[in-house]
């Protein structure tokens, strides 16, 4: 990461720090492939299957794997799922804004989201839009259990989303439960003993018993510390200078650590009024 993390909240995004710290606890309804290079190679996270419903590509269908569950052990359901577009979108009720994130993204392109049935839910677009799938694979994009994070909202305890002290009260349906904070440059998770994913070859997930997250705000140094196997993994920001090919040549001489897939971040222009004067 390249700052530390600001908050608890899994829809609230003011750092570059909050999305690897926030996203091993969650999930989303659709996944990149972790085990491919390839960038169009989508899984589904959460969904079982997923159709588009007119001509337009304005209405998508997801049907939820029927396994799947909340740390508690509760099943996640459609109403969860739509619930947590409306909590990141703003429209929940009790957020008065959009999650950075969906903000930027989704809401210029976001209509109603509903439950159909217990595990079916759909998504209703304002027009086409070509990144849908891409979007709904983004691991910022994540799912949480309505009535938990309802009535954390509800709380004005501002323990509940702190740095220090927000971890204990978190529920997700990820591989990873937080179990310790240090500061917000430091931080624990253990493994979901309880996880309802299993790898392509049946194995259970997650592989790791645990995970020790430091943010490293120097690119070069973060790099270097996993050359020296001083850390076992890096996140998509430590590689977003890298190519594919300098990706790959990692793998190839450290083939059992991880190594996060480049990515491009934060685009920036100008957006011109080319209807009127002097234009």
């Given amino acids: 990461a390249l700052s530390g993390i600001g908050s608890w909240d899994p829809h609230y995004f003011v750092r570059s720090g909050h999305s690897p710290m926030i996203s091993p606890q969650h999930n989303s309804l659709l996944q990149f492939n972790p085990w491919t290079f390839d960038r169009y190679d989508i899984w589904g996270d959460l969904a079982e299957s997923w ?20 740390w508690d052990g509760t099943p996640v359901l459609a109403s969860d799922v739509a619930y947590s577009f409306d909590r990141m979108l703003g429209r929940d009720g009790f957020r008065d804004k959009p999650s950075t994130e969906a903000r930027k993204y989704l809401l210029p392109h976001f209509g109603p989201v509903v439950a159909i049935d217990a595990k079916t839910v759909q998504i209703n677009l304002l027009h086409s839009w070509a990144d849908f799938f891409g979007y709904m694979a983004n691991d910022l994009i994540m799912m949480v259990p309505q009535a938990h994070y309802t009535a954390m909202d509800q709380n004005d305890d501002d323990a509940i989303w702190a740095v220090q002290t927000g971890w ?112």
């Fill in 168 to 279: 204990k009260y978190q529920m997700g349906s990820g591989p990873f439960i937080p179990s310790n904070v240090v500061d917000n440059t430091t931080w624990s998770y253990v493994a979901n003993e309880n996880y309802w994913k299993k790898d392509p070859d049946g194995r259970n997930l997650p592989y790791l018993a645990g995970m020790n997250y430091y943010v490293i705000t120097d690119r070069t140094a973060a790099e270097a510390a996993w050359e020296a196997d001083q850390l076992w993994n890096t996140n998509w920001q430590t590689n977003g200078n890298m190519n594919p090919g300098a990706m790959r040549d990692m793998i190839e001489r450290h083939g059992e650590k991880y190594v996060a897939s480049p990515a491009a971040c934060c685009p920036s222009g100008i957006g011109m009024n080319i209807g009127s004067g002097p234009l």
């Fill in 51 to 70: 159709s588009v419903d007119n001509d337009e590509s304005t209405q998508f269908t997801f049907k939820l794997k029927k396994h799947a569950t909340w």
